[in-house]
Antibody
Framework: EVQLVESGGGLVQPGGSLRLSCAAS????????MHWVRQAPGKGLVWVSR????????SYADSVKGRFTISRDNAKNTLYLQMNSLRAEDTAVYYC???????WGQGTMVTVSS | DIQMTQSPSTLSASVGDRVTITCRAS??????LAWYQQKPGKAPKLLIY???SLESGVPSRFSGSGSGTEFTLTISSLQPDDFATYYC????????FGPGTKVDIK
């Protein structure tokens, strides 16, 4: 079964850090570009970041550039999002998705609050 | 940056109705547009890609059209499972989602 499973979300204080993981199975993860997309409570979808298949090229939304880092470990079939200097406005459900956005994880909730 | 708008923001309809949602881009995106359905507490589901191509497994009552800056998603006969929020997304330059259209029961 093709599947993406996110983990690592939780409650963090403003200015803190968190690393999200996305475990892939059922497809050749190392061949796919991957994305992170977030959704604040009651709001719409916002693209966050993208990484190419071998991890050599990344892109970020302006709102997270310089604070978030996307990476991957193809040997472990896992995508990561390192989030630093977190702000209240980063509070959201974070989804990982495949390059064509045809495969999505179930999401992991990140709450930034004191 | 490319901005996306959708209309209406909310649409009240009945089972069996023909429903049309419009999405507009702030500049031409050719046909690099996708449509998603999202239900509360769930991940988005890809319905349409490249403006008019139906994703595998998606019912044929869903269709997409348009190019350039104006696009539409049509549900030919609304079914109970179709009450959800629909988002368009451009992928011509980076990625931008529209604000969403909620389809609820009339």
């Amino acid at each position: 079964e093709v599947q993406l499973v996110e983990s690592g979300g939780g409650l963090v204080q403003p200015g803190g850090s968190l690393r999200l993981s996305c475990a892939a199975s059922g497809f050749t993860f190392s061949s796919y570009w991957m994305h992170w997309v977030r959704q604040a409570p009651g709001k719409g979808l916002v693209w966050v970041s993208r990484i190419n298949s071998d991890g050599s090229s990344t892109s970020y939304a302006d709102s997270v550039k310089g604070r978030f880092t996307i990476s991957r470990d193809n040997a472990k079939n896992t995508l990561y999002l390192q989030m630093n200097s977190l702000r209240a406005e980063d509070t959201a459900v974070y989804y990982c998705a495949s390059d064509a956005f045809d495969i999505w994880g179930q999401g992991t909730m990140v709450t930034v609050s004191s | 940056d490319i901005q996306m708008t959708q209309s209406p923001s909310t649409l009240s309809a009945s089972v069996g109705d023909r429903v049309t949602i419009t999405c507009r881009a702030s500049q031409s995106i050719s046909s690099w547009l996708a449509w998603y359905q999202q239900k509360p507490g769930k991940a988005p589901k890809l319905l349409i890609y490249k403006a008019s191509s139906l994703e595998s497994g998606v019912p044929s009552r869903f269709s997409g059209s348009g190019s350039g800056t104006e696009f539409t998603l049509t549900i030919s006969s609304l079914q109970p499972d179709d009450f959800a929020t629909y988002y368009c997304q451009q992928y011509n330059r980076i990625f931008t989602f529209g604000p969403g259209t909620k389809v609820d029961i009339k």
